[in-house]
């Protein structure tokens, strides 16, 4: 199974009772979705200096990473999925295809996708022969998504306990990596086929919530990879 996803996506960095505030209004429009709260775990792909992330905090035009995500602690019938994410002029465009278990651990993501005939396949062959990237960090958090009644186009998650590592670099421990936000910050994410709607765009003003460039990838990169380098390059100079 191969899906397309194609979406404006604003992200907000909000504090509990922001966060708290914005449900309760979201709560007239939106329904949580049928997974409820869930944990999602996700394997960034890059370069052995960093090329791909570096790349991206430089807000380019076009920009584009690739991730191995799963949703829950995997076990025998869990699905992996291989995405290739792109943003164009501020489009995210996202392409994944299904990974099985036993084919994952029976050899690696290359292999899967140069042997597997499908478009998407095709283009993520395309991106692992055209960029030397290599599993380089572990990035989770527990997600509550929610879905427009009137708008099934809108969907707005809420993602904390985000944590992070550079090693140990699997699926089996989600609860084990360093913080990312502090304990009461969430990070908030609006995705929509068009246009915000006006009422959630007026919850936003009343309680001062205003967008953010966050990315988790990339807050790990220059707040626990960067600046060591940086550091280090200091010392020996």
């Not at 394997?43 to 200096?49: A, E, G």
């Not at 036993?102 to 690696?108: H, N």
């Not at 022969?129 to 809108?154: C, H, M, P």
Request: glycine share 6%.
């Amino acid at each position: 199974m191969q899906s397309i996803f194609k979406r404006y996506e604003m992200k907000y960095l909000v504090t509990r009772e922001q966060a708290e505030a914005i449900r309760r209004i979201m709560s007239q429009h939106m329904v949580p979705d049928h997974f409820g709260e869930y944990l999602v775990q996700n394997l960034y792909y890059d370069t052995d200096d960093w090329s791909v992330i570096r790349d991206s905090i430089e807000k380019p035009l076009y920009k584009e990473k690739m991730r191995l995500r799963c949703y829950g602690v995997p076990d025998c019938d869990s699905k992996f999925y291989l995405e290739l994410k792109k943003k164009y002029k501020g489009i995210v465009y996202k392409r994944r295809i299904d990974i099985l278990p036993k084919d994952l651990f029976g050899g690696s993501v290359r292999e899967i996708v140069s042997e597997e005939d499908s478009q998407i396949a095709r283009e993520l062959d395309f991106y692992l022969k055209q960029n030397a990237v290599s599993e380089k960090i572990y990035i989770s958090y527990k997600r509550i998504a929610y879905t427009g009644v009137e708008d099934e186009g809108l969907r707005v998650t809420f993602d904390t306990d985000i944590r992070f590592r550079l090693d140990r670099l699997h699926f089996w421990n989600p609860w084990e990596g360093g913080a990312i936000l502090p304990r009461d910050a969430a990070l908030m994410e609006v995705k929509t086929l068009g246009g915000m709607p006006l009422w959630l765009a007026r919850a936003l003003s009343e309680n001062e919530v205003h967008p953010s460039p966050f990315s988790k990838y990339g807050a790990c990169y220059t707040g626990f990879i960067m600046k060591p380098i940086e550091r280090r390059v200091q010392i020996s100079a």
